[in-house]
């Protein structure tokens, strides 16, 4: 059984105990040590190149959302996951959050069996969207963002085929990879290696910010289409 190793940065420390308790109960989880700031939620993470680190958006010294861009962005911990640990479910912090480079969210009061689950869905390599929640807060907050502003994506986006750009909008519209294979007449591992060609085109690390990057170059628009069913990437 393969163990994944995670770092919890968290300020409070009975907080910040009991979450590193409870992760050691699981039999492929792992604790690697603890941060009580953000920067040294950095510098642990350069250090102990844990798989995960599970980051409370609100942190003194250095906030959660700054320390994760940090984390992803360090050729040295870029494959480092990050999941936001937040207290209200419509955080004004989460929209930038998943732009920072997080792989998703988690309220607080998660259920401890829950939060595990998640966990490993992100060590899995895959994005923590719940199906209703996270699309909300992104439609929300990409409202308050200049879609289709030239910028890092417009370039970007010239490298992806027309199929490429159709199951980009089905993702962003909250399809999961079963549903853009039935809506599109493709297979499966067909949509599956379209998705990895988006993610190495747009440079981008996981579903979560190519729902980012197609709200912010103006591929798919707030209000566009229904919400539909994205999870964690079937």
Do not use: C, W
Not at 22 to 43: C, K
Not at 80 to 106: C, I, N, P, Q
Not at 184 to 200: F, M
């Amino acid at each position: 059984m393969s163990v994944s190793t995670v770092l919890v940065a968290e300020d409070q420390a009975l907080l910040r105990a009991g979450l590193r308790m409870l992760i050691d109960t699981a039999p492929d989880l792992e604790a690697a040590g603890e941060a009580g700031t953000g920067r040294e939620a950095v510098e642990l993470a350069r250090r102990l190149r844990p798989d995960l680190v599970l980051m409370d958006v609100r942190m003194p010294d250095l906030d959660g959302i700054k320390a994760t861009e940090l984390i992803r962005t360090d050729p040295a911990t870029a494959e480092v996951k990050v999941v936001m640990l937040t207290t209200f479910d419509l955080d004004e912090y989460v929209y930038a959050a998943l732009r920072a480079g997080a792989s998703g969210f988690l309220l607080k009061d998660t259920r401890p069996g829950d939060l595990l689950t998640a966990l490993r869905v992100v060590a899995a390599g895959q994005a923590l969207l719940a199906p209703s929640i996270t699309m909300r807060l992104i439609e929300e907050f990409a409202r308050r963002e200049p879609a289709g502003v030239p910028g890092a994506f417009a370039a970007r986006l010239s490298q992806v085929s027309g199929r490429e750009r159709e199951v980009l909008v089905l993702v962003a519209r909250g399809l999961t990879n079963p549903r853009i294979a039935e809506r599109l007449g493709l297979g499966l591992a067909t949509v599956k290696t379209h998705i990895r060609s988006l993610l190495a085109k747009l440079d981008v690390h996981d579903r979560a910010q190519l729902v980012i990057a197609a709200y912010e170059s103006g591929v798919v628009t707030v209000g566009s289409a229904p919400v539909g069913d994205l999870g964690e990437g079937g």
